[in-house]
Nanobody
């Protein structure tokens, strides 16, 4: 059984910063991809950033240069440093982990950016 525990969401003013964390626990084959998606009201869930086991990263165009994804393989934890936040970054952010052949999602953490 794999569990994902997210933390770090909250309310911040535009231009501010937040750091999200997601710790994965479980057993079995190693983690491949770890990442973050987000979903704003009325919108589809979209990829924010992801990082593979060899540290290759991908970012949505809307966050490039502002967000940085990283991971600590020893702790099975992925981080999302979010800087220069904008009101349009407001959404529920979901941790996403590919562990062996399966995909797991976190429960979501709310990020609200006020103007």
């Amino acid at each position: 059984q794999v569990q994902l525990v997210e933390s770090g969401g909250g309310l911040v003013q535009a231009g501010g910063s937040l750091r999200l964390s997601c710790a994965a626990s479980g057993s079995g084959r190693g983690i491949n991809v770890m990442g973050w998606y987000r979903q704003a009201p009325g919108n589809q869930r979209e990829l924010v950033a992801r990082i593979s086991s060899d540290s290759t990263t991908n970012y949505a165009d809307s966050v490039k240069g502002r967000f940085t994804i990283s991971r600590d393989n020893a702790k099975n934890t992925v981080y999302l440093q979010m800087n220069s936040l904008k009101p349009e970054d407001t959404a529920v952010y979901y941790c996403h982990v590919v562990w062996g052949p399966r995909v797991y999602w976190g429960q979501g953490t709310q990020v609200t950016v006020s103007s």
